[in-house]
């Protein structure tokens, strides 16, 4: 007995000495990279790391090219496989062993499933409706001759490499669809990187994609069934049963989800509450369960899920937002890895592979692209226009590669020939985006029509511009609204340069009428019926920027433009503001790549023939670390320009904000006016508001003693303008980055080749001799008192204080009158007004720029500068709380 007792206790021992030498891990000396079927995450975690790291490291490469994310994460694999790493002694078997790929599969199964489901979230089926008759053409066309082509390329291919035990019906109806289907997912990412969901090709495209798409996932759903059926009558019941499920799904359970979303508030906020949430999770998951008990793949679950989704108000968008980087930017690239490391080029190895690889390559694009094209042409399509259709629906991608991995579970292609598939659909989904823009350039594409909604439908143009009286006198202006945070900045801006000045509150006695979209407050008291004739009325066109990314939800929002911009909370804000101020208003939405915002600031400015491009930039949150700073007025310009103990975190303290602001300022066909809302105003809800300009001269500051001018025909607004004048001799002056590089010790000069800037044209004395003549007639005309004003000039200039100072140090001295003048007007907001000038200006101020920056101890990185011009980054540099409004004048009104 004693002998028994001493085993167990012996044994015991041993097991709680492993289990604590386990629950140690690597300090215990574990291998977090060794299989444990017990616990293995750790090697999980291992194998996801390499995964991610090799695909984003790739995405950045091939995302310059254009090419679509899918492409990285496949070659990711087939790197990470046994094509490349796998070659390494003990690579495979030590990071990817067999034992551990089930666990990988099933994480990315889950990842597949709800990646379907947003799949079916973006198909739209109201889009088809749109070039019907066109889009049923190419999606026939597309289906019918690859479909066939597809069949008769099987045959080959299966007598060459396929195993007899197969069943040569089924091989030759799987290639078939393999073949035929578009990859619908990676269309619309194409479609909305290369800007076309706007024109008849990608309205067009996008519709056959659809139809082609919903074929394509039936005849996959019927090839599983067939494959996975013991015999033709399960086969049968397998498809009843499917079809059976997708009613049931389409129609009473659809209803009584969108019946849910209602009672729940989460349509009419836009935004699925958490109960909404957690039965669309079930519902994802017993779909997919569903379907996959039947004998079809768990991913048709999640595709038919997303075609219940409701996509009023933004509720499917929303939706999306919640899961997609999750599965798109975790879950997901698992998949497509495992498609890569199931992928051995090596079996490519002699003349018949390769040969049919190239073939199957034909085959895939030919069919679609001559299909498909000459459908596109016989629908009146010219021959680019056809030309891109047929690339477009050509693509492959994901849906191919799902096809692909299904077949090589079934066992209908083996590694071999889902090798040479694999590389047809590289080669397919890699020369899409190419050939596109090959057949279909900026230059031929027509647009459907711009997303507009104006306050006042169809504005007369010619109205607009002969209702100035002063070619100065700014009449047609464009604000960019990019966040919700740049509202008030704008409103303050849009209600200065409200020509009507009365009263805008409405009596008791007022009534309130909402006609063609525009709330209109009537007050015959107080509100006049017309702008007085010597002011005329102002239209503001607001640009709505907002950044695509490869998520789906920025695909979704790209495809919705026009209902987001009625739905739009920023443009809704401000189309009230407008209403309510008597500012007739219009707003068009735009959704662009982040790189791309300052094309569409231009290329919409130039269709609204805009006087004026107005760009806020404003304060935003800040995280607090020192309770000092608590009741310190911050300045977005400290966590990029000079070291703060406020931690910044919005996008004014972002050196990509700055280079977007100077993109704009280079690019713009027109004026240009940054307002940097720093935050600081006079008393609580004061109107009044005070303009301080130095005037250094040049075409930029002659634009912002203009503008001033006609910001002062509000009796709100008083001005204070100083003729700044450099008592020193003045050096010859040549380009900025020449004075920059000649200054010793510059810390700003090496800046000067990394983003492009505005250029006027080189510098003569005779242009510089003809600016300085503008300068002095501009000043002579606002300064004259022996001039004819008109009543409304003639009251503007009364409210302004006009005067010369002369210095050896301009930028001090702007500085301290800066300094002075806030100091002067307590309670008043003070915006202090400057001409980027950087180019034309009279003089160099680099070298007191410098000494300014040294003198405050603190960094100034070369964006102030660059985006402020001198006189401004000296004000920032000193902190002089201040608003600021940096005018740069068009190339073309700047000589």
Request: some cysteine.
């Amino acid at each position: 007995m004693g002998q028994f007792s001493r085993e167990i206790l012996t044994v015991s021992s041993q097991i709680f000495s492993r289990a604590a030498s386990e629950q140690g891990g690597v300090i215990s000396g574990a291998n977090p990279a060794s299989y444990n079927p017990s616990d293995p995450f750790p090697l999980w975690v291992i194998q996801v790391v390499l995964i991610l790291f090799m695909t984003h490291v790739l995405s950045l490469f091939l995302g310059r090219l254009r090419q679509p994310r899918v492409i990285s994460e496949i070659i990711g694999g087939i790197i990470l496989g046994p094509t490349v790493m796998g070659r390494i002694p003990h690579f495979q078997d030590r990071i990817f062993p067999t034992d551990s790929i089930p666990l990988l599969n099933l994480t990315s199964t889950i990842g597949l499933v709800f990646y379907l489901f947003l799949v079916g979230l973006e198909i739209d089926t109201r889009v088809i409706k749109r070039n019907a008759a066109a889009s049923a053409l190419v999606s026939t066309a597309g289906l019918v001759v690859p479909l066939g082509l597809g069949a008769a390329l099987a045959i080959g291919i299966y007598h060459e490499f396929i195993d007899p035990s197969i069943r040569f019906g089924y091989f030759v109806l799987f290639v078939a669809v393999a073949v035929g289907i578009t990859a619908f997912p990676v269309l619309c990412r194409i479609l909305t990187a290369l800007k076309l969901l706007d024109t008849t090709v990608g309205i067009v495209t996008l519709s056959a994609g659809i139809g082609n798409d919903i074929v394509g996932w039936v005849l996959l759903a019927l090839t599983v069934a067939l494959l996975n059926a013991s015999s033709g009558l399960t086969a049968l019941w397998v498809l009843l049963c499917s079809v059976g499920y997708t009613l049931f799904l389409l129609y009473p359970i659809r209803w009584a989800y969108i019946w849910l979303a209602r009672r729940t508030g989460s349509i009419e906020q836009g935004s699925p509450t958490a109960a909404m949430m957690t039965i669309t999770l079930l519902v994802v998951l017993v779909s997919a369960f569903f379907t996959d008990i039947i004998g079809v793949h768990a991913i048709f679950g999640g595709f038919l899920s997303g075609l219940i989704i409701p996509h009023e108000n933004g509720f499917a968008i929303s939706l999306v937002e919640k899961l997609e980087d999750i599965v798109t930017m975790l879950l997901l690239p698992i998949y497509f890895t495992l498609s890569g490391l199931r992928t051995n080029l090596g079996f490519l190895d002699n003349g018949i592979t390769w040969g049919y690889t190239i073939l199957i390559c034909v085959v895939s694009f030919v069919s679609k692209f001559c299909a498909c094209g000459a459908a596109a042409l016989m629908g009146k399509f010219n021959w680019r226009e056809a030309g891109a259709i047929g690339v477009l629906m050509s693509c492959k991608g994901l849906v191919e590669l799902i096809v692909l991995n299904i077949g090589l579970q079934a066992g209908v292609l083996d590694t071999r020939t889902f090798s040479m598939f694999i590389v047809h659909a590289l080669l397919v989904t890699f020369m899409t985006t190419p050939l596109v823009l090959w057949f279909y350039p900026e230059r031929v594409r027509v647009h459907e029509g711009e997303i507009l909604e104006s306050n006042h439908p169809d504005p007369e143009k010619s109205r607009r511009r002969s209702s100035s009286s002063d070619d100065a006198f700014k009449t047609r202006i464009s604000v960019v609204l990019d966040k919700i945070e740049q509202l008030p900045a704008a409103m303050m801006l849009s209600q200065l340069m409200n020509n009507n000045t009365s009263k805008l509150a409405p009596s008791s006695t007022g009534s309130t009428d909402e006609k063609a979209g525009v709330l209109e407050i009537s007050d015959n008291a107080n509100l006049p019926s017309t702008p007085s004739p010597s002011c005329p009325p102002i239209h503001i066109d607001a640009l709505r920027l907002i950044e695509l990314t490869t998520r789906t939800s920025a695909v979704l929002k790209s495809q919705k433009a026009d209902s987001l911009l009625h739905n739009d909370p920023v443009v809704s804000i401000f189309r009230t503001f407008g209403g309510l101020n008597k500012l007739e208003i219009s707003a068009t939405l735009s959704v662009v790549d982040y790189a791309e915002y300052p094309d569409a600031v231009a290329r919409r400015t130039q269709e609204s023939e805009s006087q004026l491009v107005i760009l806020p930039w404003s304060r935003g949150s800040a995280s607090v670390y020192e309770s000092d700073t608590l009741d310190t007025a911050r300045n977005p310009f400290d966590g990029v320009f000079h070291k703060s103990n406020v931690h910044i975190q919005d996008q004014t303290s972002s050196v990509v904000y700055s280079e977007f602001i100077r993109g704009v300022f280079l690019k713009s066909p027109s004026d240009v006016a940054l307002f940097v809302d720093r935050g600081f105003s006079g008393g609580s809800g004061s109107a009044e508001h005070h303009l301080f300009l130095p005037f250094f001269g040049g075409p930029d500051d002659r634009l912002a003693l203009t503008f001033l001018v006609q910001l002062c025909h509000n009796p709100l607004i008083t001005a204070t303008v100083l003729r700044i004048i450099k008592t020193e001799e003045l050096s010859p002056m040549s380009s900025i980055g020449e004075t920059k590089a000649a200054i010793p010790g510059n810390s700003l000069a090496h800046a000067t080749l990394a983003t492009a800037d505005t250029v006027y044209g080189n510098q003569t004395t005779q242009t510089r001799l003809a600016s300085s003549t503008a300068d002095s007639i501009i000043w002579d005309k606002y300064t004259s008192t022996s001039g004819t004003h008109g009543d409304a000039l003639s009251g503007a200039l009364s409210r302004i204080s006009f005067g010369i100072e002369t210095s050896t140090r301009p930028l001090r001295t702007v500085v301290d009158l800066s300094s002075t003048t806030l100091s002067q007007n307590p309670g008043k907001t003070v915006i202090v007004f400057l001409g980027r000038s950087r180019r034309m200006a009279h003089e160099s101020h680099q070298t007191e720029l410098q000494q300014i920056i040294n003198e405050t101890g603190g960094f100034v990185g070369s964006s102030v500068p660059k985006t402020l011009g001198d006189v401004g980054a000296a004000i920032v540099a000193k902190g002089i709380h201040a608003n600021l409004l940096v005018m740069q004048a068009a190339v073309a009104n700047s000589s």
